[in-house]
């Protein structure tokens, strides 16, 4: 992980070490001596204004993590457009505190950007939530489909949400990045529905997800992620879902039997920023920004499709045993929640156009969702 955060700095090109909010706008340093007297000085190229935006991720991945990759590549694409002038200065691993601080301080202005997800926003608002409705993004035969992914975070309709989360919070979401689908790990076998009634199962905080895991069976538990390897390890939980490579970073496949495919979420992440941050930036600058999104979101797509597959490699290699859940049973099951909520018209809207998305790239709609047509007319 060191490795990794050390990547990240090497770009940012001049790091303040803080661990307390403070500016993020200073002057770039220099190691080079004082001139002499009679040095031509004037010749000297003058030094430039960095500007350093405060940026909190939330763990420390290493460099094979996709959001790491989005971050490097963001960083490379901002040196490039503004001449070396805009960087991001990168926290992970809660340097700057758990996810309700880093929220109140984007509040005030305190840190300026982070990479948030979806379902961790749903704590402070619902705007986005729909985004996360399970098994959104499955194609017809229930695999997590990147290009229906892509498509939909990346399009005006998508747009004028991100927008609601300002009205909502007074922060900024500049855009969404990408994330894999979401398995489940195990210290019980999952041969079908039936068996997830005997499983605790770790859970987000997020109401959704609740009611996700509830509906399918399971006996959801509440719980933050860092507490996850020693509940698994003590017999607290009997497992959790999370995307295959991000337990490789974390280590937290090592405290499980089985891993069962399953994309029923992807807890869709997104960058924001603070208002106070935002409104300092020239127009020209927020467009840099927006920019640095939309390469991060590809570097993140991917990463994600290699590691993805190399995270199921080792698996397989240290003895887990992989499987695929029954994806018919699990919509099946999923299906009054997505009803659920999409009483909301807002959540309705997502999924409707998320359907319409389905059927134009041939990955068939509504899967699931039979006994519910109704509602969608």
Wanted: charged share 20%; glycine share 6%; with cysteine.
């Amino acid at each position: 992980m060191k490795k990794a955060i050390s990547i990240i700095l090497a770009l940012v090109m001049t790091l303040a070490v803080l661990t307390a909010c403070g500016s993020s706008t200073q002057p770039a340093a220099t190691s080079a001596p004082a001139p002499a007297a009679n040095d031509a000085a004037a010749s000297a190229e003058p030094a430039k204004d960095v500007r350093l935006l405060k940026t909190s991720m939330p763990t420390a991945w290493d460099e094979t993590h996709g959001y790491t990759q989005a971050l490097i590549a963001m960083n490379k694409y901002l040196d490039e457009v503004s001449g070396g002038t805009l960087q991001l200065d990168v926290y992970a691993g809660g340097q700057l505190g758990d996810e309700t601080a880093i929220f109140e301080c984007l509040q005030l202005g305190t840190v300026d950007c982070a990479i948030f997800n979806a379902a961790s926003l749903s704590n402070f608002t619902h705007a986005l939530e729909a985004f996360d409705l399970p098994y959104l993004y499955t194609d017809d035969e229930g695999w997590a489909n990147q290009e229906l992914q892509n498509a939909v975070v990346s399009s005006d309709f998508a747009r004028g949400y991100l927008d609601k989360v300002y009205e909502e919070t007074t922060v900024h979401a500049v855009g969404f990045l990408y994330n894999a689908a979401r398995d489940f790990f195990l210290n019980k076998p999952l041969d079908s529905l039936a068996d997830a009634s005997k499983i605790k199962l770790r859970s987000m905080t997020a109401q959704m997800h609740l009611d996700m895991y509830t509906a399918m069976g399971f006996v959801a538990t509440p719980m933050g992620y860092s507490e996850v390897y020693n509940a698994m390890q003590t017999g607290v939980i009997d497992g959790f879902e999370d995307t295959a490579c991000s337990t490789i970073t974390s280590g937290t496949y090592e405290t499980a039997k089985y891993c069962v495919k399953s994309g029923h979420a992807t807890a869709s992440p997104l960058f924001v920023c603070s208002d106070m941050v935002w409104n300092s930036l020239t127009a020209e600058e927020q467009g840099w920004l927006i920019g640095a999104v939309e390469v991060g979101r590809q570097a993140c797509c991917d990463t994600f499709v290699v590691s993805q597959a190399n995270a199921y490699k080792t698996f397989e290699e240290k003895g887990l045993k992989v499987s695929v859940i029954d994806r018919d049973e699990a919509r099946t099951a999923v299906a009054p929640v997505i009803a659920k909520y999409c009483e909301n018209e807002d959540y309705k809207a997502v999924y409707v156009f998320v359907q319409e998305l389905r059927e134009e790239l041939g990955l068939g709609s509504y899967i699931g969702m039979e006994d519910y047509m109704d509602m969608f007319a």
